[in-house]
């Protein structure tokens, strides 16, 4: 079987897995896809489901499985009705997945990830819009986060530690 490779096709792909099979991380996301013939770096993968707003949530059997809401991306007026324990958790499940160290030096943070996470997990923070952050740059294994307080990179780093647990 083979799928065209457009990036609306591989995106339809994506949403058609997430929405038939519990997907519990990028790799199975990946190993789905490859079953179905579409072929796709991890890096992009990444962005798309950045792009389709994708999200963890507890499935059925308890696990953590990702998800898109029907309209494939995340609005800000949707991003401003979930609340915020819906973004700290999924914001823990990334950090759990992807963060790799966390350091800090007075306002900013650096968060490093496996190649290619690092924007899927920057979009994630600033979904999240927790009060203390101002906002993230990020590149391909690297986030900037920049604090609100002056010698807040201390606080901050250690959050983001203690979610990925």
């Not at 995106?11 to 519990?22: F, H, N, P, R, W």
């Not at 507890?58 to 696990?63: K, L, V």
């Not at 800090?104 to 999240?128: E, K, M, Y």
Request: proline share 6%; with cysteine; glycine share 10%.
């Amino acid at each position: 079987m083979s799928a065209p490779s457009t990036k609306t096709a591989r995106q339809a792909a994506i949403k058609e897995v997430l929405g038939s099979t519990d997907v519990h991380s990028q790799a199975e996301l990946l190993a789905a896809l490859g079953d179905r013939g579409v072929s796709v770096t991890q890096g992009t993968l990444s962005r798309d489901l950045v792009e389709l707003g994708a999200y963890r949530v507890r499935g059925e059997g308890g696990q953590l499985v990702y998800d898109v809401p029907p309209e494939g991306a995340v609005t800000p007026e949707l991003a401003g009705r979930r609340p915020p324990e819906a973004w700290e958790g999924r914001l823990v499940s990334l950090c759990r997945d992807l963060l790799v160290a966390a350091e800090s030096s007075a306002n900013l943070v650096i968060l490093r990830t496996p190649p290619g996470a690092a924007q899927f997990l920057a979009s994630v923070i600033d979904q999240a819009r927790q009060p203390d952050i101002l906002g993230t740059i990020a590149g391909d294994d690297t986030i900037l986060i920049v604090t609100r307080a002056p010698d807040g990179g201390v606080a901050v780093a250690g959050r983001f530690l203690e979610y990925a647990g």
